[in-house]
Every structure is written in C-alpha cells, then in structure tokens.
C-alpha cells in the first residue's frame, strides 16, 4: 500500500503513517500563478492500493480540487485502488432541499468523489447518515464516541447528563449517554437565519448536574453558546462539557468559546487545530482509529469489530 497525504492535514498524515510502520508517499502539491492546482505523485502506484488522507477545512474547495486530482493522477497511474481518508466530509450539512431552489451538495460532491476515482471513503461521524446513501462505492462511517467516553469516564463526573443541543442529534446523544452510563436530555431550537440559533425548549431533568453538550462539530459555535445559555438558565451545574468531533471553529468561534467559560470543550484532530486557540480547549488524537481502519482493509479484514468499540 501506499499513503499519501494532502495539503489539508499533513500532521495526521504523519500520525498514521508512523503507528502503520510506513513512510508517506512522494508527491508534488502546488498551485499555479493562475490558482489552478496541480498534482504529481513521484512514486509509482501502479498495481497498488493508494491510501489519500485529505480534510476539509477553512480552504474546503482547494481541499476538495486537490483531492480529486490526487484521486484522478492515481488512477490514470493504474493504481490497483484509491481509498479516500476524508476525516470531516464537506459540504455534509446540505444534504436535503430544506429551502426551494437548493442543491443538495453533499450528494455533489459525493458524486464528484466517485468520477475522480475514489474506490471506496473513510470518514469520521457524517453529519447525517443518509449521506452514506449518496454514494455507490463503499463508505466507512466511523464513530468518535469510544475516543469520547473513554476520556470522559476517567473524569469520575457525578451525575452526570448528556444533552443533544437539537433534536436530530438526539440518537447520536443517546448513544454516547449509553456508553458512559448517563441520561439523556434534549433541546428544540429554531434557526431564524444561517449561523444563528434559538432554543426554544428543554426536555429532561438537568437542575444541579454536570451536563455534557454532545453534537458532531462546532462551527461558529452560535447553537453551543446558546444551548449552555439555557441550561445555566433552567440550574444546570455550572461546570458544562461540550464535545464534538470536528472543532470547524469558523470566525468568531474561538472569541466566543473563549468568553462562554466551558469546563472543557473536548473535540478531535479531524481538523487542524491550534491547541492553545483557547484556555479549557482538549484536542482528541483519531489517528490511532484510521491506522486500525486501514491496516483492516489493506488486509482484507472486517472493520465492523472496530465499529463496536
């Protein structure tokens, strides 16, 4: 097999690399005057299973152009197959018409995907789970939550409470909660416009206890702020966890979480992210997961152990 790594996240890249013994592949990443982007890999893949590992992040269309050059440069290279290790999927949240006259931009790109070459994806709690429908190849939907409640549960928390900040992310919540041995609540929010939310209603006995908002990324974090903002207010403990799998962190998350005061704010490396971006921020490594994942499916082995961790 061979690894190679985008421009997006080139430090887990290398956390992977080393836990699998191997060395990251060769390969030209530039851009041109023009800001076309180029790709060239500098080793043979012919005959080989080429393992990318590329992120979305603040620049998710580069990420996604070179991504798809890189799966493309593979195949016209005849490479055996092309397995994408895309940690956070873009574009996961549009993937309905929830307003007239909108794509459905998860299914583009993973539509995209599949043309530029991708055999087969590797990705880390999609925003949804029909998403894994939009695609006719073979995805791997992995879950953060053992990474989480492995870390949680040696904090000894009393009484504890996990929180779903919305009600789509209720089933997620409630399998976390079940893990470390927790209740369950839930909020009902609105978002009158993009970027915003309003809680309109809290569901579950939170007065006095530690409660941990669970939810699968933090963007602007506009609904986590407003979602701590009730819960001080229905008598919650003041010490309030928040855990997500993609820290987006976009302009002004970081302002905001540094003036929310959370007792931690607990999230993984499926982004770059500047562990000092704030005080009480806790960075989760999910390296040692991915390097499982692939040395199971370089070997032919079932991933679904892993899955039931």
Known sequence: MHLFAGS???????????????SIGEVTLK???????????????RGQDVFIVQTATQNVNEDLIEL????????LSFAKSVHVIAPFFPYSRQDRVAEYREPISAKLIAHLLEESGADHVITLNLHSDQIQGFFSIPVDVLEAQAIFAKYILQKNLV????VSPDAGGAKRAKKFADRIGAELAIMH????EHGKAEILELIGEIEGRTC??????????GSLISAKDALV??????????????????????????????????????IPTDPN??????????????????????KGQSVTEIYNK
Not at 31 to 45: A, I, L, N, P, Q
Not at 68 to 75: H, I, P, S, T, V
């Open 277 to 298: 971006a704030f005080e009480g921020l806790t960075i989760l490594p999910i390296a040692p997961l991915l390097a499982q994942v692939i040395e199971h499916v370089e």
């Open 233 to 270: 207010a229905a008598g919650a403990h003041p010490d309030i966890y928040a855990i997500a799998t993609h820290p987006v962190f976009s302009y002004p998350a970081i302002e905001r979480l540094k003036d929310a005061h959370f007792k931690e704010v607990i999230v993984t490396d499926s």
């Open 68 to 75: 798809f050059l890189m799966c493309q440069a593979a195949k």
């Open 8 to 22: 997006s996240h080139r430090e887990l890249a290398k956390g992977i690399a080393k836990l699998l013994g191997k």
């Open 212 to 221: 941990i908002l669970f939810d699968d990324m933090i963007d602007t974090a």
């Open 159 to 162: 009484n504890p409470v996990v």
């Open 189 to 192: 929010k609105t978002r009158p």
């Open 31 to 45: 851009t041109f005057s023009c800001g076309e982007r180029y790709v060239k890999y500098e080793d043979s893949v």
